[in-house]
Structure formats: C-alpha cells, structure tokens
C-alpha cells in the first residue's frame, strides 16, 4: 500500500470493484460462448496475452487459446453492483457512478463524521466489501477526478495509491499526451505533428498558444497537464441512453431474421426503460457489418415513449433503409433523451390499444414469468424434445 498524501479537503477517490472476481474462474469471461461476441472483463493472466475488455472473442482466443471461457451471470453483477453502491454511500451522499464496477465519491469535509482522514475510511471500506461482498477493489484518492482516476489504476489489482497534486507535474511529465482523457488516436496525432509528444510538451507550453492551435481544447490539456481538474462530482447523474445490442453467431443479411432480433431488442430496451421509470423521445439503431465498419441511424419522435412497440416501429423503418445486400454482425437498439417515464403516459396512449395491450403482457410476465407471452414475430416453435 502506498503511503496516503496530505490532501487537502476536496477529495476524489474512485473506486473500481472487479466484478469478474464473483465468479471464482481464472481467463476470459465473455458472451456468449462462441467465436462471436466480445470479452466482457478478462483476469489479470489474460491480461498479461494482450486480452482486453470489449475485444473480439476471435480476437481473444488468438491470443489466450488455453483461457477458460465462461458465460457472465449479469443479474448476479448487478446485485453486487448494488451492494457495493449502498456500502459507498455510507461514506458519503456524493457518488457519481461511472458503470457498473466504477464510481467517484467526494470525501471532501467527512473527515469529523468518521473520525478518521479519508485514506483510512477508504482503506477500511476496501477491507469491508472484501470481507462481506467477496470481490477485491481497487482505490485511488487524489485532488480532483482527473488524479484520482490516474491513481485507480496505478496499483491494480486489490490496489490504493495516493498522490497530490504536487506530485502530478513529474508524475505525468514522461507520459505520453494519449494519456490524457478524452485525446483519442487522432488527437494525439495531431498533437504529435505540432510537436506535443509527451505531457512533458504540454506542460512546457504557453497555454494562450495551445489555446489558439487548439482552441478550449488546448485549454482542457494544458489545466490536465498540470493535474488541473475542476469538474465536480455529480452525484444525480442518470442514465443517457437505455440501450441493447447482440452479435450474431453469423453474419445475417436478411432483412426477416434481423427484423426478428430487432423486436426482441426493442422489448429489452423497453423493460429497462419501464423498470427505471424513463422513457426517451429520440431512438437509434446500430449496425455492424461483417468487415466491421458501424452504421448508426437515429430519429427523434415528437412525444417520449417506454413501448416496445414504438422502439420497434421507428426502428424497423430505418432498418428496412439499410438492407442493401450487406452482411451484419451485429445489431443494437437504444433509446435517449430521457424524460420521467410519467411523461410517457398519455403519448403513449394515443394509440390506445398497443399501450393497452402491451401493458397487459408486461403484467402477464410478471406474475408468470418472461416467457408466459411471447409476440408471433418472436415464436420460433415449440421446444424441440432431447
């Protein structure tokens, strides 16, 4: 463990739970178990291959051929999620959670409500969730977000690292400017052709120059640069987007069977959205075609809606104008601008008997279960016996 730094009283600490560690297995852990798909989390050892989150299994298996493969159990994450969550806001009301493993919590003033600095009330709460929940986190406490996410990531995994803001000028100095958030591939590039290589180029910098090459871009990377970050953390931050999406097994180019996988998308989203009482007025499809390349279409409605059946009809519209002949690998639905799912009552009820209809089913599904009624364009035939 690190030895903690002074910090003064504004203090971020994310905190990065190993959701993979619920399952006691040892590789990659990826939907589905197939060739398709991608790599949901991966441990340490596979890590070590070149296995990251979000690649390709082909990809994945190249690299690890001998890692064990295992379906995620989402809904046992989710619990955990959940638990970990209700330990943070013991520490404080102000958590900003990031995803489902990740989170920053501002622990700036609880120092005489615990009793105790807050590298100690974060190294106890590591111990507690280890303890109790069963996985291992990593934590990182600093100044600001900027730091405190940096220091998350020093001494992973079951890590706590701690650094001011004094630190940061050296600590960043010999990094490369693609360590910054927010500058992708291109950016770098371009900062690499106006010679900004490392961070050590951005702190060495005047930072009207890099303002009138840049823009507020230039602004953002010079404060960065200096381990600057005034952002706060934003405790009510909700949801932007519910969405869904699948690989296929096989590229799939026809317009029926991907219309089939469309609507059991679109009951997804829409479930999400109900279950977290939302609904969106603008939605999306996305499409990947088989040599990767991704198509996003969007459209915005004039009321919200949480129906599926809505998700479903706006989307398949702009579905039928991509099938040109090409090959997907994979689909997704998704719904934003998001809105009070109150505010899609009496829209959605214009068309009364797809509301009507529709909510008879949702309650059908909870009383019997999610496969007490299934849409005809959904039906693929009775259960074949073994």
């Known amino acids: 463990m690190k030895t903690p730094c002074p910090l003064k009283d504004h203090v971020c600490g994310p905190i990065c739970g190993r959701l993979g560690n619920v399952r006691k297995y040892s590789g990659v852990h990826a939907l589905p178990i197939r060739q398709r798909g991608v790599v949901?989390?991966?441990?340490?050892?596979?890590?070590t291959y070149g296995v990251r989150s979000a690649m390709p299994m082909f990809e994945a298996r190249r690299l690890c051929p001998h890692a064990t493969i295992v379906r995620p159990t989402m809904t046992k994450y989710a619990d955990v999620g959940r638990a970990v969550r209700a330990c943070m806001y013991d520490l404080t009301p102000l958590v900003e959670p990031l995803s489902i493993d990740e989170a920053f919590l501002d622990l700036g003033g609880t120092q005489r409500v615990h009793g105790m600095i807050p590298a100690k009330v974060l190294a106890r709460f590591a111990r507690e969730v280890e303890r109790h929940i069963g996985i291992t986190v990593s934590v990182g406490l600093s100044r600001n977000k900027f730091l405190a996410k940096i220091a998350s990531d020093m001494d992973k995994p079951r890590g706590f690292a701690a650094f001011d803001?004094?630190?940061?000028?050296?600590?960043?100095?010999?990094?490369?400017?693609?360590?910054?958030?927010?500058?992708?591939?291109?950016?770098?590039?371009?900062?690499?052709?106006r010679g900004f290589r490392a961070i050590a180029d951005l702190q060495r910098a005047d930072e009207g120059e890099l303002m009138k090459q840049f823009g507020a871009e230039g602004r953002r990377l010079w404060r960065l640069a200096r381990g600057v970050d005034?952002?706060?953390?934003e405790p009510d931050r909700g949801a932007k987007t519910i969405s869904s999406e699948t690989t296929f097994e096989n590229d799939i180019r026809d317009f029926t069977t991907l219309e089939k996988t469309l609507w059991r998308l679109s009951e997804k989203v829409s479930s999400r959205l109900k279950s977290n009482e939302l609904a969106g007025s603008t939605i999306t499809l996305k499409l990947k075609t088989a040599d990767f390349r991704q198509r996003t279409r969007s459209q915005s409605i004039h009321a919200p809606t949480q129906l599926a059946a809505k998700i479903f009809a706006v989307s398949r519209e702009m579905l039928a104008k991509e099938i040109d002949g090409t090959a997907f690998r994979l689909m997704g639905a998704g719904v934003s601008a998001l809105r009070p799912g109150s505010q899609a009552h009496d829209t959605d009820?214009?068309?009364r008997r797809s509301a009507d209809a529709e909510r008879a089913i949702d309650d059908l599904r909870r009383k019997f279960g999610q496969a007490a009624v299934i849409r005809g364009i959904a039906y693929e035939g009775p259960e074949k016996p073994d």
Request: charged share 25%; net charge negative.
């Open 40 to 47: 949901l989390t991966a441990c340490y050892v596979a890590r």
């Open 165 to 193: 803001q004094d630190e940061a000028l050296g600590m960043l100095a010999d990094k490369p400017v693609g360590f910054i958030f927010g500058v992708g591939p291109a950016t770098q590039e371009r900062l690499i052709q």
């Open 230 to 233: 005034d952002r706060r953390v």
């Open 349 to 351: 009820m214009l068309d």
